[in-house]
């Protein structure tokens, strides 16, 4: 049933059956734990974390052992920041199923928030052996990596990302800059980056900033600075009107700010 869970954006009517179909059920008998994590599970998908919250402590405390009530209580906590308690469940949900790829990539999730970065890389690696087509694992560890300037390593998540899926965006773009940013002269790649900048683009339609912002960097690293201009002017434009001041700042000062060092 988790997986036909209606989505309350889409079909408001069906859901609202489903949650009263899920009362009924429990008013009749509260000790049904499939109905209580059906219940969480729509809750959550309407930012309801309480309720959620409610009734993943009933379904645990009628099946201490569940590991989708542990599991589903973890990412309801995540969504709500309460990292340390999410952690607990996440680590009693890999004590009772050590093959969960999804709870090892919420852990690096969390120890990248937290700034443990050593803790979450393991984590990552953990969730990619166990699931090796799962793709954000792959460009968590790039974008750790590209963070401590490890750019090889970088690299090579992100390519690995888009082996299993070539026409994944953020991909696209995180190498695209790697490449045309990088003070590496090994990965350093000008041509490879503007070719995944366009691409990029295309796909979005011109209407996404970081893959604007990729293609400005692109056109920047092979030495067509006017040609750089359109597309961050662009990138700017758009994160603004999407309310992402901080994005279009951002790049408004790399543009804006003097070469001193030529």
Aim: charged letters at 25%.
């Amino acid at each position: 049933l988790a997986d036909h869970l209606p989505d309350p954006q889409s079909a408001t009517g069906e859901y609202q059956r489903a949650m009263l179909y899920l009362q009924s059920a429990l008013a009749i008998d509260d000790t049904r734990v499939e109905a209580h994590l059906n219940m969480a599970r729509l809750y959550y998908r309407t930012q309801q974390a309480d309720q959620a919250e409610k009734h993943l402590r009933r379904a645990i405390e009628l099946d201490p052992d569940n590991v989708e009530a542990h599991y589903e209580f973890a990412k309801t906590l995540f969504a709500i920041r309460r990292f340390d308690d999410g952690v607990v469940q996440l680590r009693k949900v890999i004590e009772l199923d050590p093959t969960r790829a999804g709870a090892y990539y919420l852990l690096g999730l969390i120890y990248t928030r937290e700034q443990k970065l050593d803790e979450a890389i393991e984590q990552f690696r953990h969730a990619v052996r166990l699931k090796p087509d799962g793709v954000d694992g792959y460009v968590q560890l790039a974008t750790i990596h590209a963070f401590r300037n490890e750019i090889g390593k970088a690299v090579q998540y992100l390519e690995t990302a888009l082996e299993f899926a070539p026409d994944r965006l953020d991909a696209m773009v995180g190498l695209s800059w790697v490449l045309s940013t990088t003070g590496s002269t090994e990965h350093r790649d000008a041509e490879r980056a503007f070719q995944l900048a366009v691409s990029a683009c295309e796909r979005t339609q011109n209407r996404d900033p970081a893959a604007l912002d990729a293609l400005a960097a692109a056109y920047a690293a092979a030495g067509y600075f006017e040609d750089a201009v359109k597309p961050s002017a662009q990138a700017v434009e758009i994160a603004r009107s999407m309310g992402d001041t901080a994005f279009a700042d951002r790049i408004t000062t790399l543009v804006d700010t003097p070469d001193l060092d030529p």
